[in-house]
């Protein structure tokens, strides 16, 4: 099966904007739908991206998401950060019914 | 708002089974997807399984050879039995349910809800 790639960390400061990236190792990133989840500490995940680059009901539109066939990754953008917004994120998708995370990425906000 | 309760023993000795329930609540099992993820200490989130309320299944193939994901609709709950488990099988446990995307779909791909979690430690 294959991997998704995350960089293990990324720090940024208040108000900036941050890009997570997420690197399919084989098969197409276009194929099948990409989710990221954000994980508090001591929290369980919830959902901030969905199908690529739909938001659930809640989550602030400072967060999106896209897919780029031509680095075969996809990518979380969230502007304006906040110390709320540190935490964990990890993307998700599947390939022939079985699903694979991403090893995740810690945000740090200073 | 559905919410979903993990249940089990916290503590499994080397070699034995692991066996964890799932019960949803403030909604039907039916239709849906339900999943199973773990995360060992100070890692990343792995999924191990998932079973569609009509019980069919599909398996990380890294713990399929061990894994068995069951449902009982009767009772509104799922259940996860991971045999001849060992110290990498400590992790906190989650159950989850598949997304509905819109009338009769139904997706096992993104998990919209999470349970609080429960933590399972392999030792003798």
């Known amino acids: 099966n294959f991997m998704l790639t995350q960089p293990h960390s990324v720090s940024e400061s208040p108000g900036k904007t941050v890009t997570l990236s997420c690197t399919r190792s084989?098969?197409?990133?276009?194929?099948?739908?990409v989710q990221w989840y954000q994980q508090r500490p001591g929290s369980s995940p919830t959902t901030v991206i969905f199908?690529?680059?739909?938001?659930p009901s809640g989550v602030p539109d400072r967060f999106s998401g896209s897919v780029d066939s031509s680095s075969n990754s996809a990518s979380l953008t969230i502007s304006g950060l906040t110390t709320e917004d540190e935490a964990d994120y990890y993307c998700?998708?599947?390939?022939?019914?079985?699903?694979?995370f991403g090893g995740g990425t810690r945000l740090t906000v200073l | 708002q559905v919410q979903l309760q993990e249940s089990g023993p916290g503590l499994v000795k080397p070699s034995e089974t692991l066996s964890l329930t799932c019960t949803v609540s403030g909604g039907a099992i039916s239709s849906y997807y339900w999943s199973w993820i773990r995360q060992p200490p100070g890692k990343g989130l792995e999924w191990i399984g998932y079973v569609y309320y009509s019980g069919s299944t599909s398996y990380n193939p890294s713990l399929k050879s061990r894994v068995r994901i069951s449902v009982d609709t009767s009772k509104n709950h799922f259940s996860l039995r991971l045999s001849s488990v060992t110290a990498a099988d400590t992790a906190l446990y989650y159950c989850?349910?598949?997304?509905?995307?819109?009338?009769?779909?139904?997706?096992?791909?993104?998990?919209?809800?999470w349970g609080k979690g429960t933590t399972v430690t392999v030792s003798s």
């Open positions: 998700q998708s599947y390939d022939s019914d079985v699903v694979v």
């Open positions: 199908e690529d680059n739909r938001r």
């Open positions: 989850t349910r598949g997304s509905h995307c819109g009338g009769d779909c139904y997706s096992p791909y993104h998990m919209d809800v």
């Open positions: 084989s098969g197409s990133i276009v194929t099948n739908y």
